[in-house]
Structure formats: structure tokens, C-alpha cells
């Protein structure tokens, strides 16, 4: 094993295992603005943006594994082609 | 080498003297002169008896721009109206540009969204001391107790770092989703996820504009600091 497929292997579980936490955050968190939008269909405007904003932080985490990712496969530091 | 890394590193348009030019700083200059011109355009006849379809429309946007201001700090939007206005037509012209064939969003670089971040940051801390003197700005900083300084500065520092991240690894990941797609079948299956790009910039530059005015409005103390 060498270094670049090493970081190929890495790339891909980074990616892999970070999805799952934000997966699981963003299903809980839509659900309870579904829960909220049946009770309150008038705060709809309300709910919707803080869902918007809360799901952004959410994402947050799998983005930042997307961006050690892509660096890991198109600048690697440690990789020199 | 230069084609592995072309998809951090922007290729060198021109130089300027000593100073190359991307090509995502051409990109981002030719939307600053076509916003300015819109705007020029738009605003050159201002009606109130007999407004023109094109006014009308400028209307709605600073409307939209203005009542998110006032929902989000629930502060009144003409202090912050220019700042939050243009960040958000700014980012919503940058993510919508690679409609155009052959255009690379120059929000896709963590430059652009690095300055765009900076330019939150700053305004952020100028507007939290001016509203509170630099004392009172400073003592936000040891709420709730002093125990919890070292955690705040990080919290400022990591979310400005985030704001920067999030955009523009959204914006970079739906390019190369597309281009792989483009890349394995070719003809017309790409073109649901161009439409799904469409959604993602303007979610995007929402939850930006979102997030920036929570900044300010959390520094300004006009609403709870998030």
C-alpha cells in the first residue's frame, strides 16, 4: 500500500463514515419541523427558516468531511505525482 | 500536475505587472460591473405615480431583503440593508453563473468565500463596538461566566470558518456531482442535477445571508446571540 492509495481508501471512508452522523441529525431534525408544522401550520414561516438555518449547521459537518475528501484526492500534500 | 490540481487552483487568465488573474476573480468582476449595471439601469427612472415592470421588480427584491432583515434581528433593515443586500445578490449571482456554459462560480473557491467571511467577521466586531463601547463588546465575551472565554472566542472564530467552508464546499461539491455525472452518461441525465444546482445556490446563499445577519444582529445585541 502506498501513499496515494492509502489516501484514495481514506477519502472514501471520510466521506462514508461522516455522512452518517449528519444523516441522522438532518432526519431528526425534519422531523420534528413536520411535527411542528402539523400542530402550527401558521407558524410555517417561522419553522421553515430555522429548519433552513439548523439543517445548514447540520451540514456543516458532512461538508467538512467532503472538503478532507476532496483534498485527500486533488491536493494531497503528501502526494508528489 | 497543474490538471490534478485544477480543481482547487483556478487557472491563470492573465497577469496584472507581477499579479495574476484568475479565472474566477474575472468571473467575480464581471458580475460586480453587471450588478452595478442592473442596479444603475434599474434605478435611473425611479417612479412613484407610474412605476416600470423593471422598478417593480427591484421593489420586490429590496422588499424580500428588508423583511428577512427585520424577521431574522428584528431590527429595522436600513442600517443593514446594503451590507446583508448586496452579500446576498452578490452570492446568488455567483451560484446561479454556471448556468451559463463554460462559467466556473467563483463562489466554488474558498478564496472568494474566505473574503466574503472576513468582510461578516469584521463587520461583526466594528458594529458589536460601536453599539456597546469596546468595554461592553468585550464583556459579551465573558457571558455567562469567565469560565466560558475561551469557548466563545472559539465559537467566533470556528463559525466565521464555517459560514466559509459550507458555501463554498456545497457550491464546489455540486460542480464536480455534475461533472462526474457528465463525465459517466453524458446527454440529458445531467440536467436533473443542474436544476437540483439551481436550488442548492439559492439555498445557499439564503442560509449565508441568514447566518450573517445573525452574526451582527447577536454582536448588535438585538436579538440573542446565537
Given at each position: 500500500?502506498?501513499?496515494?492509495?492509502?489516501?484514495?481508501?481514506?477519502?472514501?471512508?471520510?466521506?462514508?463514515?461522516?455522512?452518517?452522523?449528519?444523516?441522522?441529525?438532518e432526519?431528526i431534525?425534519?422531523?420534528?419541523?413536520?411535527?411542528?408544522?402539523a400542530?402550527q401550520?401558521?407558524?410555517?414561516?417561522?419553522?421553515?427558516?430555522?429548519?433552513?438555518?439548523?439543517?445548514?449547521?447540520?451540514?456543516?459537518?458532512?461538508?467538512?468531511?467532503?472538503?478532507?475528501?476532496?483534498?485527500?484526492?486533488?491536493?494531497?500534500?503528501?502526494?508528489?505525482? | 500536475?497543474?490538471?490534478?490540481?485544477?480543481?482547487?487552483?483556478?487557472?491563470?487568465?492573465?497577469?496584472?505587472?507581477?499579479?495574476?488573474?484568475?479565472?474566477?476573480?474575472?468571473?467575480?468582476?464581471?458580475?460586480?460591473?453587471?450588478?452595478?449595471?442592473?442596479?444603475?439601469?434599474?434605478?435611473?427612472?425611479?417612479?412613484?405615480?407610474?412605476?416600470?415592470?423593471?422598478?417593480?421588480?427591484?421593489?420586490?427584491?429590496?422588499?424580500?431583503?428588508?423583511?428577512?432583515?427585520?424577521d431574522?434581528m428584528g431590527?429595522?433593515?436600513?442600517?443593514?440593508?446594503?451590507?446583508?443586500?448586496?452579500?446576498?445578490?452578490?452570492?446568488?449571482?455567483?451560484?446561479?453563473?454556471?448556468?451559463?456554459?463554460?462559467?466556473?462560480?467563483?463562489?466554488?473557491?474558498?478564496e472568494?468565500?474566505?473574503?466574503?467571511?472576513?468582510?461578516?467577521?469584521?463587520?461583526?466586531?466594528?458594529?458589536?463596538?460601536?453599539?456597546r463601547?469596546?468595554?461592553?463588546?468585550l464583556?459579551?465575551?465573558?457571558?455567562?461566566?469567565?469560565?466560558?472565554?475561551?469557548?466563545?472566542?472559539?465559537?467566533?472564530?470556528?463559525?466565521?470558518?464555517a459560514?466559509?467552508?459550507?458555501?463554498?464546499?456545497?457550491?464546489?461539491?455540486?460542480?464536480?456531482?455534475?461533472?462526474?455525472?457528465?463525465?459517466?452518461?453524458?446527454?440529458?441525465?445531467?440536467?436533473?442535477?443542474?436544476?437540483?444546482?439551481?436550488?442548492?445556490?439559492?439555498?445557499?446563499?439564503?442560509?449565508?445571508?441568514?447566518l450573517?445577519?445573525?452574526?451582527?444582529?447577536?454582536?448588535?445585541?438585538?436579538?440573542?446571540?446565537?
Open positions: 500500500m502506498n501513499v496515494e492509495m492509502i489516501s484514495i481508501l481514506s477519502a472514501g471512508i471520510a466521506i462514508g463514515l461522516g455522512a452518517i452522523g449528519p444523516g441522522i441529525g432526519g431534525a425534519v422531523a420534528g419541523a413536520m411535527d411542528a408544522l400542530r401550520p401558521e407558524a410555517t414561516g417561522t419553522i421553515t427558516r430555522t429548519l433552513f438555518v439548523g439543517l445548514a449547521m447540520i451540514e456543516t459537518m458532512a461538508i467538512y468531511c467532503l472538503v478532507i475528501a476532496l483534498l485527500l484526492l486533488f491536493a494531497n500534500p503528501y502526494v508528489h505525482a | 500536475m497543474a490538471e490534478k490540481t485544477s480543481l482547487i487552483n483556478a487557472p491563470i487568465v492573465f497577469h496584472i505587472g507581477p499579479v495574476p488573474i484568475g479565472l474566477e476573480v474575472l468571473t467575480t468582476w464581471v458580475i460586480m460591473a453587471v450588478l452595478v449595471g442592473v442596479a444603475w439601469y434599474g434605478s435611473r427612472r425611479l417612479s412613484v405615480t407610474r412605476p416600470g415592470r423593471f422598478q417593480v421588480v427591484l421593489e420586490m427584491a429590496v422588499g424580500f431583503l428588508g423583511d428577512l432583515i427585520r431574522v431590527a429595522e433593515p436600513d442600517t443593514f440593508l446594503p451590507l446583508i443586500g448586496t452579500l446576498f445578490l452578490y452570492i446568488v449571482t455567483c451560484n446561479l453563473s454556471p448556468l451559463l456554459p463554460g462559467v466556473k462560480p467563483p463562489t466554488a473557491s474558498f472568494t468565500t474566505g473574503a466574503l467571511g472576513l468582510i461578516v467577521f469584521c463587520t461583526v466586531h466594528i458594529l458589536g463596538v460601536r453599539r463601547g469596546l468595554v461592553g463588546y464583556r459579551t465575551y465573558l457571558q455567562p461566566t469567565v469560565i466560558f472565554l475561551p469557548l466563545n472566542v472559539l465559537g467566533e472564530l470556528t463559525r466565521t470558518f459560514l466559509m467552508v459550507r458555501l463554498a464546499g456545497n457550491i464546489m461539491s455540486h460542480e464536480l456531482t455534475i461533472a462526474v455525472i457528465i463525465g459517466l452518461v453524458g446527454l440529458l441525465v445531467p440536467i436533473p442535477f443542474m436544476a437540483l444546482s439551481i436550488l442548492v445556490g439559492l439555498v445557499q446563499a439564503y442560509i449565508f445571508t441568514i450573517a445577519a445573525v452574526f451582527i444582529g447577536g454582536a448588535m445585541g438585538t436579538i440573542e446571540k446565537a
